[in-house]
């Protein structure tokens, strides 16, 4: 996307064991599946859609020296992502189970090198991306106590060196564990947060999501509550909300359809677009992650 300013994506890269589901999950016994290897990570994810859809993007992350860790660094370095990503000899890369039905999703992780993401590889990052526009933080960064310096560490460099940032909630009962009040604490001020209607529940109360949305901004300067196949509203700090609709789609598995979702809507907001454009945009994106299987896009 030639002109297009160059998004740091930082967080998770882990190796997904995707389970699709025949049905409902037989609790203690047995229930057929669909069962694939495949590259995952939430900032991982956004990552490959912003660089399938031409976007100049950086990926800092962290994975284990081994096998594992360099076939993922390999598929995302196929679809243009650029790298900034460390081995590390005493952590192994990331595993996680995704149990998917038809329109949901359960996980069950071991973090394993993503715990080693520390201050100094932001800083390298940023010093190799001297063309760099925007940071997006998956806040799985910020809710593992052993990365969550690297993950404060990284909003601050970034707002030191002019770049507009945002921040994805990344999943609620780990928000839960944390608190609302500290998290919010510390994405305090950054341009952009998005949350799925669970994480906005959390974070904002069992309102509607026009409310949820415009309660965030009192934190953050605009507000990004995704409602799935419901579609999705934007709020802005003493400005407009606005609701978009969802594309109708068959869905194969919703793996990794929120972090696509945030490529397209920031592939088109720092760009220049409006909230109803880039809405359109992640909607776009959106619709494509949930009618393939796994969290990436097919190369």
């Known amino acids: ?13 882990v190796t997904d064991v995707l389970a699709v589901l025949s049905g409902p999950l037989a609790t203690g016994s047995d229930t057929p599946a669909g069962i694939r290897l495949t590259g995952g990570g939430q900032a991982a994810n956004t990552a490959a859609w912003l660089a399938a859809r031409g976007h100049p993007v950086t990926l800092v992350a962290v994975v284990g020296d081994d096998e594992t860790g360099r076939t993922r660094v390999a598929e995302l370095a196929a679809v243009g992502v650029d790298c900034a990503v460390r081995r590390c000899a005493d952590a192994p890369t990331g595993t996680v189970i995704v149990l998917a039905g038809a329109d949901e999703r359960t996980m069950v992780s071991e973090r394993g090198a993503n715990l080693r993401l520390a201050p100094a590889d932001l800083d390298a990052a940023l010093a190799g991306a001297p063309d760099a526009r925007h940071l997006h933080l998956s806040a799985y960064t910020l809710l593992d106590a052993g990365s969550r310096d690297a993950g404060r560490h990284a909003l601050a460099a970034a707002r030191e060196r002019g770049l507009t940032t945002s921040v994805d909630a990344a999943s609620a009962e780990p928000l839960r564990q944390v608190g609302a009040a500290a998290f919010l604490d510390w994405v305090r001020d950054v341009d952009l947060l998005l949350a799925n209607a669970d994480e906005a529940a959390v974070l904002a109360g069992p309102a509607g999501p026009h409310a949820q949305a415009e309660a965030l901004t009192t934190v953050v ?42 490529a397209g809507l920031l592939a088109a907001w720092t760009g220049g677009a409006g909230a109803a454009e880039a809405l359109a945009s992640g909607g776009e994106v959106g619709a494509l992650a949930v009618s393939l299987v796994g969290a990436r896009p097919v190369h």
């Open 221 to 262: 300067r605009h507000a990004v509550v995704k409602r799935g196949g419901d579609g999705a509203v934007w709020a802005s700090r003493g400005g407009p909300t606005v609701e978009a609709a969802a594309r109708r789609v068959l869905v194969l598995d919703a793996t990794g359809a929120g972090d696509a979702f945030a």
């Open 1 to 13: 996307m030639s002109g297009a300013a160059r998004i740091i994506a930082v967080g998770d890269i």
